[in-house]
């Protein structure tokens, strides 16, 4: 954080004591710089995951600066004058910024070198598992994935790894987060329930929060921080975020967490996104015949029918054929 002005505005702003034009000046200077607007946006994003008590600056430094080496601020002698605190929030916000920057990349680090072992949970095709962690959180993971994870927790940070899809209810620490690793994401949470679903196959990572609250970072750009509310969505497709917001009516099933229940529900899904979610449900391998038939899109459920009679329900809403060869499937017109 370079420009000095920035810093002071940004100071003022935080104390509550930004005049109206200085207020007009600090929007100007982030609509005109695009560098200081990310960084403005990391420190409001990381101010408002944090509770009440938590959100006093002093605490938010000293927690920063015990996490990590940052450079001491400087002490002001004058502070405790309401129109002066800005110069010590300003002051504290700048380090804060570079100690969220540099922890947020820690994040990314694996910490298997420092762990006692690790497990590593693989579920088959047509196979689901559900384990529980040493610290007591439970993961129930669906079909053709695999989760890695230390037999216990060492450290600050409770670190595993997922290929594959999995419901986490993580329990409560808030001295240590649970960081879930994909191949292009990092879901970190303090306590509670959500659905990662980042198959190596699959167009797309998806992060579906039931409960809680979690933050998602990316890996290919470590200023980027997600964060999510109950029955919120995050999709990451073709390196571009899309959140959106899911069903919260309880009579009707979550589609993103339906195979928990052993149901499998699609909207709107093309036929080659549903012939994968069937290759992992039957541990089968389908094959389109013709490649027209990929696009065509279905809306409707699952409930541990038969493969010949999941895919005879898709048959009544659009005319194909097919034919099943032991574990092979075939798709034409």
Known sequence: MTDQRFTELLGKQLAGEI????????????????????????????????TEEEKNIDVVFDRIKSQIQVPAVPVLKVINTRNQIWLKIAAVAAVILIGILVYRSDLFIS????????????????????????????????????????????????????SGEAFFEVKKDSQHPFIVHTKNTAVKVLGTAFDV???PNDAAEETTLIRGKVQILLK??????????????????????????????????MMETA?????????????????????????????????????????????QEALNEALDVLKLIENFNYSINGKNVYIYR
């Open 197 to 199: 679903k980042a198959y």
């Open 259 to 303: 195979w928990t229940n052993h149901q499998l529900i699609y909207k709107n899904n093309r036929f080659d996104e549903i012939a994968r979610r069937f290759e992992r449900w039957y541990g089968v391998k389908i094959v389109f015949k013709d490649p027209e038939l990929k696009a065509i899109t279905f809306t409707g459920r699952v409930d």
């Open 111 to 162: 910490n298997k070198a420092d762990q006692v072992a690790l497990i590593k949970v693989q579920t088959n095709a047509a196979e689901m598992k559900t384990i529980t962690l040493a610290d007591g959180s439970t993961v129930k993971i669906n079909s053709a994935s695999e989760l890695s994870y230390p037999t216990k927790f060492n450290g600050a940070i409770r670190d595993v790894y997922l």
């Open 19 to 50: 005049s109206a034009d200085e207020s007009l000046e600090l929007k100007s200077i982030l609509e005109n710089n695009a560098a200081l607007n990310k960084e403005y946006q990391l420190l409001q994003n990381y101010l408002e995951s944090e």
């Open 220 to 253: 290919d750009d470590k200023k980027q921080l997600f964060t999510l509310k109950p029955n919120d969505k995050f999709t990451l497709a073709d390196g571009k975020v899309l959140m959106s917001e899911v069903s919260s009516d309880q009579e009707e099933e």
